[in-house]
Structures are given as C-alpha cells and as structure tokens.
C-alpha cells in the first residue's frame, strides 16, 4: 500500500492531506518503509493535514509583527455568541446550536471565496438578514482587531504565498480531497506561481470485482461485517481492513459493539487488548468521557447547588479521592432516604456529617468541607488564565482521577483536558475577565464541542465514516449501507444562506445533481481503495424495504450470497447446553453469626426464602431511587419519631383522656416540631413549604391516632421503639418493636406502626399477613394478649389485629402458638441455609432480588 509515498517524498516535497487522520497514517507508513530500508534515523517527512499546513506556513511568514493575532476555534465561537446575543432580548437556550451552525455557514463562505456583502444582498429570509447582520458585526470586530480565525487562514495564506512572504519549495502532492474548494484552487494556483510542482494523487483502479450482499437487518450486516474481518485476518494477520458507514458519529459505539459481536466474539469479557480490537475513526465528545464528566459536575458545585442525583454521582464516582468507595457508597444510600432538594456543600455537610466513620468517607467529606471554604473565599471575577490555574489547583487538591495510576488513554485523556484549559486561558485576549461560573460554562461548553480519540495502535478493524476513508488505502474494505435511502446521503445546504447565492457560487449540496455528483465521487473513491472491496445494505430499515443504491452501477458490482451473521454471542453461548449445575449448598448459620433485617427476614423467609437469606444472611438490601419531594420512608420515620416523641412518658389511657385540647394540640405540636427539626435544616423554599404541609398532614394524622387510644379499653403504655434481641435455632435477630402496652391483668399489646396503603393483619384464612408481631410475641417474656397494626394513613388511622377478645382465651393461646411455630420453622429454614425460590410468588413480589434469583427466568423455563 501507499507504494506511491516514497517516490512522492523524494527531494523537496510535501505531502497535504484532507485530514489528520491520514496525515498520520502516512507518516507512520513512510516510518515503515525506512526500517523496511534498513534505515536507523531518517528526516521527518514533511506530511500535514490541510489545516496543519496551513498553520506551519503562517508561522515560517516573514515580518509577523504585521500579521493578523490567530484566535483559535474557542475564542471565535465566545465572539460568535456575544454578536448573536446582540440580536436577541433574551437569550436563548438554542444558542449553541446556533452558534455552531453560524460558524459553520461562516466556514463554507470562506472556503468557496465568497464575501459579506454577496450575502447581504442575496438575504430573502428573515433567517438570511439576521445572519448577514451577525456576520458583518463578526466581520468589523476581526477587522478593527487585527484577528484572523480558522475560516479567514487559507486566504491569509493565499495572500502570503502569493506576496511572497511565506513558501514552500519543490513537490506539494495533495491527498484525499474529494471536494475542491475554491481557497484551495487559489492557493493551488498561488503554489504554481512561486514554482512549486503540484499535483493531486489520482485515484487507484476500481477493485476488478466488487461484491454486493444484502441482509435481514442493519444489524446482522455490520456483525456479518466483523465476521468477514476476522476471516480476513486469519488468513493474513498484518492486513489492514476498514469497515465504512456512512452518519457514524450519531452511532459510533454500538455499531462498534455490532461489529465486535462478530469480530470477537464474548469481547465483553476478553482483555482490554482483545476487546478494542476496532478502531472507531469518530471519537467522542470530551464532555462525554467519564472523568471529564465527573471534573465539570464537581467543579459544578463550586458556583451552584447540585440536585441529589448529582451529588449521588460524585459520592459513587472513584475519580474523586480515593479508590475506596464503600463508606461513600453508604452515604449516599442515606443520601436517597433524604428529601429530593437542591444541595449545597454545607447543607450536605450537615446531613451526612457523623453517619459513616469510614476513611474514604471521612475524606470526601473533608473535600466538601473545602468546597464551602472556596465558596466563600471566590474573587468576584478574575481573567480566563487566572481561573484556568484556580480550576486545575482546585481539581488536583480533590484528587480528581483518584489515586490509581493512568492507563495511555487516560493520559492521553488529562493532556487533552490541560490543553482544554490552556484555550480556557486564551480566551482572555476576547474576554479578558469573567466570573468563575462564566468561566466553568465556557470550559464546559468547550468540553462538548471538543471531539477526542486516544491514540492506539492495538487495533485490528478500523470502523470509519466515508471522509475519513478519503484518500486512505487498505487490503479490503466493506462499504456498508448502501441502500437508495442512504446513498446518496441527504444533502446538507447551509440554511442561513438564500439558495440562489449557493448555487452560484457551486457550493455544496446547492442543488441536487452536486449531492448526487459528489456521492457518485466519494463512493467511486473508496471502492479504489483496497483489492477486495464488498458492498452491503439491509433488506428492512424501520419497517422500510430497502434496495441497492443506483450509484453502485459505477462500481460494477456483483450479486454475491450474504455473509452468515453470527448473531449474537450471548445467545449462542445459550444454546450450547453446556450449563454446569454446582451442588454447592450455603453453609448453616453459626453460633456466633448476626442474621441483618430484624423481624423482616423472617417476613421474607415465610413468604421466599431466597429473599430471606440474601436480605438477612447477605445482607443485601433494595436500592431505592432518589424519590422527588418526600421520600415515603422519610414520612414514614417522621411519623414514628413523632409517636415515639408524643408517648415518651408512656402514659396510660386515663391519662391520654385527661389531656384537654389545649394540652393535646401543644403535645402534638411538640412532637412534630422535635421530629422534623433534624430534617428542617437548610431547606430550600420548595423542601420548607413540602414539610409545612407534611406537618399540617401529620397534626391530624395524630390527633385521630390519640382518639383511637381514647376509645379502647384501659391499658397503659410500657414501651416505646423498645429493642430486644431475638434467638431461635441459632438465628440472632436484633427486633425494635413500635409500641408495647401493658393491660390491667398484667399481659401486653403488641403495635407495629403502618404508615403505607392500610394493611390487614389476617388473611381470608385467619393466617398472620405480618409476621414480625409474631416474632415480637417470641421474643417478649409474658403473656401476649394481643397484637395488632396500627394504620396511620390519610386514607385511614385504624387498629388492625388479632387477640383474646375476638376469641376465648384458650382458643387465642392457642392460635398465638400456632404462628410461633411458624417463626420456629422459618428460623430453623434460615439456620440450615435454605435458599429455595418460591416460583409462586408475583412478580412484583420478586422483583426486589430477580436480578440474583433469575425468577424471571426461573418461571419461563419452567
């Protein structure tokens, strides 16, 4: 391949390519060539990207103290926004997409020569005026400055090879360029004039045979696609392949995962080296990557409050301190208990301050406590530079990207991001001071706009868009999706410019013919590019039948069968019939050993003992979702701390009825205040109204609970949230049990608070729903005389139970002793390491722990 290369680069020579990309690759294959030659040191050839020659011929001008200042894409759309802005009243929340499509327009005006008052005077629309009046005001402010951006470059440069005052010498050989512009016809003329010989690369010979094969879906063809790769180099290990789709940014990963599926298959779980064995030629946005993500939301706090699900994120992130993340990852399962609100530092300080002792949890707490420092301590405004160095000394003292080593992509990475922050720094030459959130939206927004691709030479495929396989060659190629809906590709005509002036000027897309004309060109070019090229596209495309495209007439293609798709791994590795059953059994409950989730776990072992033993015994527990507004669970301990609180002197029932209205409604009042207090600290408006509601509800909510007291028979109250521990059959529980009332015979009430939809404690059968009462009943030394749930809902405040006096004493002990037996046995399962899954169950009921019992399954198969 690239035989042409070294011949080309003899003498005084040069070689332009369309894009980096191929500058690169051209580079390392004239290395190859030397070390093929025998050569240990040789001159660094001179290859450039169009927009690197362009910048190398501006730094070798003569007399640069008379040149226009570069500004540099950053500080060109910062001045593209502000001339925008001076057109609109308010501003915009599509301004960015603006920003970046007039500057685009701005570009392809440069590129095909044409000027502002062209535009002026061809606007029809309102979108057209608006555009000229931007690009004139962009205009004046270049000029009166003396700046010139990317789009105004290659006619300085035009300018400066034709006054003589930059040059090159010899051969300049053009690459890649698939559609000549006007600017690069001028300086091509320019180069002549100083006597440069210059030529453009013609195109390789059409491969002799071109394959077209057709298949079921998109899908099956890119992981048909990446079987034929793996073929291809099983037969030659060092050729090179390309697999072309067209829009590859907007799918870029998964169809680098369709690809991988038949590339290599199970690559989720091959080595690092192994399963990135496809090079996508598309990177992605910087903001995209996780540690970038992670820099911007932390550096986020800095000059505004973060929501909870944000500072979730920083807690469970390892990219922040250290790499241990257990005591952080219980502070933020506290954090999903808390109200939904808006967290600053110190709020959050506040609220998780002394609720893990763990040293990593320690730390990051200890990091939030200096963001509140730096918060107070932050100048008012200060130049791009200044906050540039204030943003990497800050990220540094939070031991952003933690404390493991850097993998070559992760450097890469960090240099990517300083030299994001150097732009960040140069933009004081436009602005020159800011605020510091001003400055963290600009680096954000530089961040989006910034695509990065690691660099790495472990890569078998390379997946590339049709621009980036301009130009380049390879020993097989596949073009995929080349179907009439999609070749050729959709024209791209610039919206900000009336038609009539593109299509004078020959600008791209202008009419239709030049969309076909350069398809026809761009899909003639990549089918000389390998030896052996295939051409495919998918029968169905979004319910859509699809036929080949009419531009593959000019490729002489031949009907070939489809290439078997190997279809997805996971679902092969199904069907092999190699599942290995272990006869593992779990290992009994020791003397020694504390089984978590109180009375629950004996709930959960009645009801599935898989659940009982991975919620008691493993003490695994269901990841609840960051609630909005008031947690449930929140109302719900509010409510018992509020009980808790209003019988803390365990009065009796004639107590409880002496209580006047005045004394009833200042108790209550009391209790909720204490109860709410801790939660109350810090609130934002919208937290304070919802707990001045929730305090309203719940007034009421007490005031019928105490009339239900008032109503029964006599009793005095011996305990609240009382703590006992429970033992049977070597299962330890530690059981809080809500309320316990001691009757005038001397036997006791057992209440177990409810705050959800209203329950009822018997089924139809007269079997216990809630089985924690019974366990409470085991674990109380006395005489149990009844036990019931107390409902405490808006929907209903009721006493809901079983006890002597729906029945005779005999026949009450008697049932009592029943559902004892059913703790013992469930005890008993638990002990001997029961772990049976209850096919029976629904799946709502499953679904806290399907993802580790394979219920879903369990049931299909069955």
Not at 41 to 60: G, H, V
Not at 266 to 289: I, T
Not at 312 to 317: E, F, I, V, Y
Not at 468 to 474: C, D, I, K, L, M
């Amino acid at each position: 391949m690239y035989k042409w290369l070294s011949d080309t680069l003899q003498g005084p020579a040069t070689v332009i390519t369309a894009n980096r990309r191929l500058a690169r690759v051209l580079k390392d294959e004239y290395a190859q060539l030397q070390i093929k030659a025998g050569r240990k040191a040789w001159q660094s050839p001179a290859i450039y990207s169009w927009k690197d020659w362009l910048e190398a011929r501006l730094l070798e001008a003569t007399e640069q103290g008379d040149l226009p200042t570069r500004i540099n894409s950053h500080q060109s759309q910062l001045l593209w926004e502000r001339c925008l802005r001076k057109e609109f009243d308010e501003p915009r929340s599509g301004l960015a997409a603006l920003v970046r499509l007039s500057r685009d327009t701005w570009q392809r005006l440069a590129d095909w020569r044409v000027s502002i008052r062209d535009v002026a005077r061809s606007a029809q629309s309102r979108d057209h005026k608006l555009f000229a009046s931007v690009a004139g005001r962009y205009l004046a402010i270049m000029q009166r400055e003396h700046w010139v951006d990317d789009a105004g470059l290659a006619a300085l440069i035009d300018e400066l090879l034709r006054n003589g005052r930059t040059r090159t010498k010899g051969r300049v050989t053009f690459v890649g360029f698939d559609r000549v512009r006007p600017v690069v016809t001028s300086i091509v003329e320019a180069l002549g004039i100083i006597g440069c010989d210059v030529r453009f690369l013609p195109a390789r010979p059409i491969a002799a045979s071109v394959g077209l094969q057709s298949f079921e879906t998109a899908d099956a063809e890119m992981r048909a696609a990446g079987a034929w790769a793996r073929e291809r180099l099983a037969e030659h290990t060092d050729c090179t392949i390309a697999i072309v789709v067209d829009n590859l940014e907007q799918e870029a990963e998964r169809r680098a995962r369709l690809l991988r599926e038949g590339l290599v298959p199970g690559w989720q779980y091959a080595p690092a080296n192994v399963a990135h064995a496809v090079n996508v030629s598309y990177g992605r946005k910087l903001a995209d990557f996780p540690s970038i993500a992670i820099a911007l939301l932390s550096l986020q706090w800095l000059v505004r409050e973060l929501s909870a699900a944000e500072v979730g994120h920083l807690l469970r992130t390892s990219l922040l301190g250290t790499a241990s993340t257990a005591g952080r990852s219980r502070l933020e399962l506290r954090l999903r208990d808390l109200p939904d609100r808006s967290w600053s530092p110190a709020m959050l300080s506040a609220a998780l301050r002394g609720r893990d002792e763990n040293t990593d949890a320690l730390q990051w707490l200890s990091m939030v406590a200096s963001i509140t420092k730096q918060r107070r301590e932050l100048l008012p405004t200060a130049s791009p530079a200044e906050w540039a160095v204030y943003i990497d000394e800050t990220l540094k003292s939070w031991q952003w990207l933690g404390s493991n080593g850097l993998s070559s992509v992760d450097f890469q990475l960090v240099n990517r991001w300083r030299e994001l922050l150097n732009d960040l720094a140069r933009l004081e030459l436009v602005s020159p001071v800011m605020t510091l959130k001003t400055a963290i939206r600009r680096l954000e927004l530089m961040a989006t706009e910034t695509v990065f691709q690691p660099e790495s030479e472990d890569y078998a495929v390379q997946l590339m868009g049709p621009l980036e396989a301009s130009g380049a060659e390879f020993d097989a190629i596949w073009i995929a999706g080349v179907s009439a809906s999609h070749w050729p590709p959709a024209g791209n005509p610039s919206p900000l410019l009336s038609r009539q002036l593109q299509r004078q000027n020959g600008m791209p897309d202008a009419d239709p013919d030049d969309t076909v004309t350069y398809a026809r060109s761009l899909l003639m070019h990549l089918g000389s590019s390998a030896s052996e090229v295939i051409c495919s596209y998918p029968l169905t495309e979004d319910d859509a039948e699809q036929t080949p495209s009419d531009l593959l007439q000019g490729l002489r293609v031949e009907s070939r069968p489809a290439h078997p798709d190997p279809g997805w791994h996971a679902t092969a590795l199904s069907q092999t019939g190699c599942t290995v059953v272990v006869d593992d059994t779990v290992p009994k409950v020791l003397p020694g050993e504390r089984v978590a989730g109180g009375a629950g776990t004996i709930q959960r072992q009645l009801a599935d003992p898989f659940a009982g033993f991975v919620a008691g015994r493993l003490g695994v527990k269901y990841l609840s979702p960051q609630a909005i507004g008031l947690p449930p669970a929140l109302r719900g301990n509010i409510i018992h701390d509020a009980l808790c609180r209003l019988y803390a002197d365990t009065p009796s029932r004639s107590d409880i009825l002496g209580w006047t209205d005045e004394e009833l409604s200042a108790r209550t009042k009391q209790s909720l205040n204490s109860a709410f207090a801790r939660h109350e600290r810090n609130t934002d408006a919208v937290l304070a109204e919802l707990f001045k509601l929730e305090h309203r509800r719940m007034s009421g909510l007490l005031r019928n609970f105490v009339a239900i007291d008032r109503q029964r028979a006599d009793f005095g109250i011996a305990f609240v949230e009382h703590e006992v521990d429970f033992s049977e059959a070597n299962v330890r529980l530690r059981l809080r049990v809500d309320r316990i009332d001691r009757l005038p015979d001397d036997t006791l009430a057992i209440l177990d608070y409810k705050t959800g939809a209203p329950r009822r404690f018997l089924t139809s059968d007269g079997q216990p729903r809630e089985i924690q009462l019974i366990a409470y009943a085991c674990a109380l030394g006395g005489t149990v005389s009844e036990v019931a749930l107390a409902n405490i809902d808006t929907r209903e405040v009721s006493f809901v139970g079983a006890g002597r006096n729906d029945t005779n004493e005999a026949d009450w002990q008697q049932r009592l002793t029943q559902w004892k037996r059913l703790v013992e046995i469930a005890c008993k399962e638990i002990s001997g390491g029961d772990t049976r899954v209850n096919a029976a169950q629904s799946v709502k009921d499953a679904r806290d722990f399907n993802l580790l019992s394979r219920y879903t399954e369990l049931r299909r198969d069955g």
